[in-house]
């Protein structure tokens, strides 16, 4: 790659982590989070940091909340992030708000190496972008700030659920002259496994589809000019679960199910066995027992081909490919940080998509793009962390050098390769978009 190209480029890490159970053990989870999170930042030297954080104040909010000015209190005083002499911070803490709290937060950071002019926000209400030069932290009650578009989802898209503080954060910010829509997301969890297990998609699935096409649809329209020119990143918690339903259905006999309901005939567990009649899965509402050692490198492989639910969008939804293991639900004993709970099936939940247009401003350098997990040796409560970093290309450099960025042909849709975005020679950057 020659200098000049390097220097349009702009180092971007964006990261997602839900973050509930850190706030409900701040004195013991905390310092390891944050240690994690220094490190990434010291070894892949970001100039643009994005974080967006889900269940901000943790699963207990109301009596946990006041445990978020202290954490950002020390966050901002580690040397390393002194370096970012510009921030953003949107904490959405204001549980009063019944209606519209969603419990969400969208860090920003900016390297003093980045001038005033090259980073731009956008101003939703005014409708324009300005050059951001500021240190600013906004907490309570979000709902007339004009830096973000903020909605938590209606009751509808989940009508036989409790309502839950579930919604998206977008904001949209200009890098070097390139337009990005950056939205931070939390999606419905499976409420029962029970429930999860019975079809394929589950019911579940179905109300994540909905929700997410309508976030995809305020995203578009809240385009400056053409919504199909937008280039948007949405990561957060999607609490994308695996297909129980082909899993048990692969792994066990279904003839030798044995269930056990109580006196109103409500199903209260399902035990799965296999040919040689041995126990597979005991399931109950909320505990997925699996005699498997459920370790992070065992399941990694056997998991993949069960997660689904990106295959039913008909959105061309991206993702470079992933090599870590499910994010979800992890102990949360610092003694055993690689083993997975017993109350869910391990599943990818926290994931970074993008669409078409915005994979098409990542550089193709293999060496500036990772699709990783953090912390995967710590304990990080019961999500770990999930960092995209990349370099995002200057819009000029297509026009004057007549460029487009490379790309590997090695991508995925419909569940089969396709060709490349455009015929250049082919680079080491391996897309996934599993439909």
């Known amino acids: 790659m020659n200098s000049k190209h390097s220097e349009s480029s702009t180092k971007v890490l964006l990261i997602t982590a839900n973050v509930g159970t850190i706030f409900e053990n701040l004195d013991v989870l905390m310092q390891p989070w944050l240690q994690e999170f220094t490190k990434k930042i010291l070894d892949l030297k970001p100039e643009f940091i994005a974080l967006h954080m889900q269940e901000i104040g943790g699963k207990n909010y109301k009596t946990s909340m006041q445990s978020v000015d202290p954490f950002f209190k020390k966050f901002l005083s580690i040397d390393v992030i002194q370096q970012y002499d510009k921030y953003l911070i949107v904490i959405d803490s204001d549980f009063t708000d019944d209606k ?17 002019e090259q980073v731009q926000l956008y101003n939703f209400d005014e409708k324009y972008y300005f050059n951001y030069t500021s240190r600013q932290i906004f907490s309570g009650n979000l709902n007339n700030n004009h830096l973000i578009y903020k909605e938590r989802y209606m009751k509808s898209y989940f009508p036989d659920f409790q309502w839950s503080r579930k919604g998206f954060i977008q904001t949209k910010w200009r890098l070097k002259n390139q337009d990005i829509d950056l939205v931070n997301i939390h999606l419905f969890h499976d409420p029962s496994n029970l429930v999860a297990m019975t079809t ?18 305020k995203i578009k329209k809240n385009s400056l000019n053409d919504s199909e ?6 990561f957060g918690d999607f609490n994308f679960r695996l297909d129980l339903a082909a899993l048990i259905n692969d792994f066990s006999d279904k003839q030798k199910l044995v269930e056990f309901k109580d006196n109103n005939n409500k199903l209260l567990k399902v035990i799965c066995k296999d040919s040689d009649k041995n126990d597979v899965f005991t ?32 959105e061309g939804l991206y993702e470079v490919e992933r090599n870590f293991p499910p994010s979800y639900p992890f102990m949360e004993e610092t003694e055993q940080p690689d083993k997975y709970m017993e109350s869910r099936c391990p599943a990818w939940c926290d994931r970074i998509i993008m669409n078409k247009n915005f994979i098409k401003s990542i550089e193709s350098d293999s060496e500036c793009l990772e699709y990783e997990m953090i912390g995967e040796n710590i304990c990080m409560g019961d999500h770990k962390p999930i960092y995209l970093f990349f370099k995002l290309f200057e819009p000029k450099i297509q026009l004057n050098e007549k460029a487009e960025p490379k790309y590997n042909n090695r991508f995925l849709k419909n569940g089969s390769r396709f060709e490349s ?15």
């Open 421 to 435: 975005l455009n015929n250049n020679e082919e680079s080491c950057v391996n897309f996934n978009n599993p439909k």
């Open 100 to 116: 519209n709290f969603t419990s969400l937060c969208n860090v920003y950071l900016i390297h003093k190496n980045l001038k005033d």
């Open 229 to 234: 020119q937008s280039k948007f990143a949405i």
């Open 283 to 314: 399931i109950e509402e909320k505990k997925f027992k699996w005699q498997y050692e459920s370790t992070i490198q065992n399941v990694k492989k056997q998991l993949l081909k069960y997660d689904i639910e990106l295959s039913l969008f008909e």
């Open 200 to 217: 394929t998609p589950s019911i579940y699935s179905s109300n994540r589809k909905r929700a997410l096409e309508y976030s995809i649809e």
